[in-house]
C-alpha cells in the first residue's frame, strides 16, 4: 500500500506568556469581532516557522502587551493539548515570568479592547476556555492537561 502526503499529524503550537505581579497575573480581551471576541486570555501567539517556543512567548510579549522579556527569565509551567471538533488538535504552552522591562500597555488594539492585572482568585470572565482550563491546571501545579474545544475560543 502507498501512503501519499506526509501520514502524520501535524499540531500548530501556540505560547502564552504568564506575566505575575505577586499574585496578580496579567491579561488581554480580546476584541468583540475575533474569535473568542470579548473573552480574557494571557498573551501570546503561534509559534512562527523556525521559532523557538521561548523565542515566540518573548516575541508575542513585545508585541502584544510592550514588554521585554528574557528567555532565561522564562519557567514552563503548563502545557494543554486542545482537541478541536473535526479531527483537529493544538498545542498550548504557558510559560511563567515575574521579571520584565517597560510597562504593560495594549499594543494591538484592532486585535485587543481591554488590559489588565487580576488576582489570581479573581480572574475576569469569561476567559478563552482552554486557556481557562490551562491557567486552572497551572494554579494546581498540573504540568499537563487535555482539553475538548466546544465553541467560543
Known amino acids: 500500500m502507498e501512503v501519499v502526503g506526509d501520514p502524520r499529524h501535524l499540531v500548530p ?3 502564552h506568556l504568564l506575566l505575575r505581579a505577586g499574585d496578580r ?7 468583540p469581532d475575533l474569535p473568542g471576541g470579548g473573552r480574557w486570555q494571557p498573551p501570546g ?3 512562527e516557522p523556525g521559532e523557538s517556543v521561548l523565542d515566540c512567548a518573548v516575541r ?17 509551567v503548563h502545557a494543554r493539548h486542545v482537541l478541536v471538533p473535526g479531527g483537529d ?18 499594543r494591538e488594539p ?11 482568585g479573581a480572574l475576569p470572565q469569561p476567559l478563552v476556555g482552554h486557556l ?5 491546571g497551572y494554579l494546581r501545579g498540573e504540568p499537563f492537561g487535555v482539553s475538548r474545544r466546544v465553541g467560543g475560543g
Not at 497575573?25 to 476584541?31: E, K, N, P
Request: include cysteine; hydrophobic fraction near 50%; charge should be positive.
Open 13 to 15: 503550537v501556540r505560547a
Open 25 to 31: 497575573l496579567l491579561l488581554t480581551r480580546r476584541a
Open 45 to 47: 501567539g503561534h509559534l
Open 60 to 76: 508575542e510579549a513585545r508585541e502584544e502587551v510592550g514588554v521585554d522579556v528574557a528567555g532565561c527569565d522564562l519557567r514552563f
Open 89 to 106: 488538535s493544538r498545542m498550548v504552552l504557558l510559560f511563567e515570568t515575574t521579571r520584565w522591562r517597560g510597562e504593560p500597555a495594549n
Open 110 to 120: 484592532l486585535r485587543c479592547d481591554a488590559i489588565g492585572f487580576f488576582r489570581l
Open 132 to 136: 481557562a482550563q490551562a491557567i486552572a
